[in-house]
């Protein structure tokens, strides 16, 4: 059963600056790992995906996965007050590419 | 272009009462379908998906059942509403093949009194 832990669980941030998200999960078993950005009373939508140890860039985001240490973590450069959002962290879990668990979130709130 | 639809936007109902909830996808053949419930302030939670037409597999307990009648249509349903069910209900598609990211709709947002 994959148990996904994700800290902090808000950040105030100023415009600007660069914010790190951290995400730890229990199944070492998990092959694919992903990060949505849920907007206030809204559907999550998919932000970043990463399947191998190592770092991946899109633009200001960047994603790290450490599969050894079950740590993954999204990282943004320059925040914009539209980056303000619940950022929620999620891997498959049984081995199945259905089970997606994902983990509680942390709410970014970014200051212009 | 793939759309995804869900009915109702929001409900209000009565413990006790039934419910049924809905999804379609438009534009996309035998995709994989999920249902997610999402408490106020908790967690997304996957309560069931389904790879075909007819098969739905369940995640967690949650007093709630879902079935695909059709390949574009996923429908969650109980016969009686607990408070406990209140929250915001999310369908999800993906494609069939490995490590596909979900599309959610735009979800129904359920209150139980």
């Known amino acids: 059963q994959q148990n996904v832990q994700q800290s902090p669980e808000s950040l105030i941030v100023p415009e600007g600056a660069r914010t790190s998200l951290n995400c730890t999960f229990s199944?070492?078993?998990?092959?694919y790992f992903w990060w949505y950005r849920q907007h206030s009373g809204k559907a999550p939508k998919a932000l970043m995906s990463i399947f191998s140890n190592g770092e991946k860039e899109e633009g200001r985001f960047t994603i790290h996965l450490n599969k050894a240490s079950l740590h993954f973590s999204l990282h943004i450069r320059d925040s914009q007050p539209s980056d303000s959002a619940l950022y929620l962290c999620?891997?498959?879990?049984?081995?199945?590419?259905?089970?997606?668990?994902f983990g509680k979130g942390t709410k970014l709130s970014v200051k212009s | 272009a793939q759309t995804i639809h869900q009915w109702p936007v929001a409900e209000i109902k009565a413990v006790g009462s039934p419910l049924s909830l809905g999804c379609t996808i438009k534009g996309k053949s035998s995709p994989n379908l999920y249902w997610y419930w999402q408490a106020t302030g908790g967690t997304l939670q996957q309560l069931f998906y389904s790879i075909t037409v007819g098969q739905v597999e369940s995640v967690v307990q949650l007093n709630l059942s879902a079935s695909r009648p059709k390949d574009d249509q996923f429908i969650l349903s109980t016969e009686k509403l607990l408070l406990s069910h209140s929250g915001f209900y999310l369908c999800a598609w993906s494609r069939q093949v490995s490590n596909e990211r979900l599309f959610f709709g735009h979800g129904t947002k359920l209150s139980v009194l």
């Open positions: 199944d070492s078993a998990s092959q």
């Open positions: 999620a891997g498959n879990s049984g081995g199945s590419n259905a089970k997606l668990t």
